[in-house]
């Protein structure tokens, strides 16, 4: 199970620090990614973390802005968000691939979904 938090109102060129803690399973063992869905859009990858924390993955509209980093013995995988835009708007999900498949920016590789947590950055 997966509990996103985090999210919220803020102004654009604000941060957030989004966090998910990870209940039950192997938390360790699994890449952990996070996508969005804006309204009226499909969910799109924004970034992911191998379960060792080596290696790490952005989409180019959140490259040098987004931060993903995990903490093992917490549970918890983290997503600082800087220099928002009014476009990060999006129900933002946290997501874990116990396999770590082979394309880390499809959803379909993700098994476990947290429920989501709003942010919107207005202009």
């Known amino acids: 199970q997966l509990q996103a938090s985090g999210g919220g109102l803020v102004q654009a060129g604000g941060s957030l620090r989004l966090s998910c803690v990870a209940s039950?399973?192997?938390?360790?063992?699994?890449?952990m990614g996070w996508f969005r869905q804006a309204p009226g859009k499909e969910r799109e990858f924004v970034t992911a973390?191998?379960?060792?924390?080596?290696?790490?993955y952005y989409a180019d509209s959140v490259k040098g802005r987004f931060t993903i980093s995990r903490d093992n013995a917490k549970n918890t995988v983290s997503l600082q968000m800087n220099s928002l835009k009014p476009e990060d708007t999006a129900v933002y999900h946290c997501?874990?691939?116990?396999?770590?498949?082979?394309?880390?920016?499809?959803?379909?590789?993700?098994?476990?979904w947290g429920q989501g947590t709003q942010v919107t950055v207005s202009s």
């Open positions: 997501a874990a691939d116990p396999y770590a498949g082979p394309d880390v920016t499809m959803s379909y590789e993700y098994y476990h």
């Open positions: 973390i191998t379960s060792s924390g080596g290696s790490t």
């Open positions: 039950g399973g192997t938390f360790r063992r699994y890449r």
